[in-house]
């Protein structure tokens, strides 16, 4: 006798947002997250924020009242969990048999529709919050430009494909952007895209950059340096003392005879920064654009330079150069500014001594470091220990030897210069 076939009972998906205690991101919040479960199988979504388990109520499922962005949060987690049950619904009326492995890439371009531009704009925040101010205008101007590009129109990450990459890099060529800075935006959206995946908001299959390459874009600047002669004229002009002049003069020779560290490195020296030895001022700093620490055994030219601001702003927290104060210039954000009005002041000043000493060359605060890298390469000083003595990031093989050399031998070199 036969029994009577019956059909299977078909258990309905559901999906809810939840607080993913199980991976903890670097600001040390956990990820907010889609939960899809089909047959008692868990799938997650990352929604694009995250929150601290202080500030999550795990009863209601929802950030707590008193989370500085309540209200936002709300709205968020509300239209992610209808979209959700809604991509659900209609999966189900479409595929009754789906499987739980399905889900999730079912659900990713339905459910995540997360904006580009508020992934940009958490993004630029932690930035700011975590005092990498440069890093943070890097993003924003990613976002203003993409901004331009698309107008009113929503950005998507599944939006962004090779197709769309290439009528990006096209409508930037048509506005007569040059490779380089191309090539800044285009590393950009990289990295936040890198990021998106890495917060499970893309998988690693869907990202566009895999297929479009943008090594084409790589143009390097020409980069520039004046003669070892030239540098004498520029220390040679006579300058009036503490006026905005001498100080652009010492800065460009205080770079060249100190390894060629970069404008911003000067600008926040302390005098904390240096220790003296007998007959000797080794100068030790973290560089602000790699987080190398440099060590550097100060010339006595440089060591002379170092002295004439003594006077004027010795103490172990106070900056060597007057170009921060440190009882005004704090916060990171006021001193980001600071350093962006000072600059364009000091490279002025650099063309002013230019003029004066007669040169063609058009002087700012790089080619101080080209220049010092330049004098020893015609010094015939080895191309690792000069990348060693500016702190460059290089390839792995090559750093270990550059590791190799000591302070010693970066002093001998300097004293080619």
Sequence with gaps: ???????????????????????????????????????????????????????????????????????????????????????????????????????????????????????????????????????????????????????DKKLAFTDIKKSYLTKFEQHLKSEGLNPNTMSVYFRTLRATINKAIDQEILGKGENPFTEYSISHLKNETEKRAISKEDVKKIEGIITAQNTPLSLAQDFFMFSYYSSGTNFKDVALLKWKNLTIVPEDIIMVYVRSKTGKKITVKLPPKAVDIIHKYKSLTYGPENYIFPFLDSQRHIKPMTIANRLKKTLRAVNLNLKDLCRTAGLDESLTTYVARHTFATALKKSLVSTAIISEMMGHKSEAITQIYLDSFDDSVKYEASLNL
């Excluded at 009972?9 to 089909?38: D, W, Y």
């Design 1 to 151: 006798m036969f029994k009577p076939v019956t059909k299977q009972k078909h258990q309905m998906a559901s999906a809810s947002v939840v607080l993913f205690k199980s991976k903890t991101l670097k600001n040390g919040e956990h990820p907010i997250m889609v939960r899809i479960i089909k047959d008692r199988q868990p799938k997650y979504l990352s929604v694009g924020h995250s929150c601290s388990q202080e500030l999550w109520d795990f009863k209601k499922e929802m950030p707590k009242r008193k989370h500085p962005h309540f209200t936002e949060l709300t709205i968020l987690i509300e239209a992610k969990k209808a979209e959700a049950n809604k991509a659900l619904l209609k999966i189900e009326n479409e595929n009754i048999s789906f499987s739980s492995q399905d889900v999730k890439a079912k659900l990713v371009k339905q459910v995540l529709k997360l904006s580009v531009f508020d992934f940009l704009d958490k993004i630029i925040k932690e930035l700011k919050e975590a005092g990498k101010i440069g890093n943070s205008r890097v993003y924003y101007d990613l976002r203003r430009v993409l901004k331009l590009y698309m107008g």
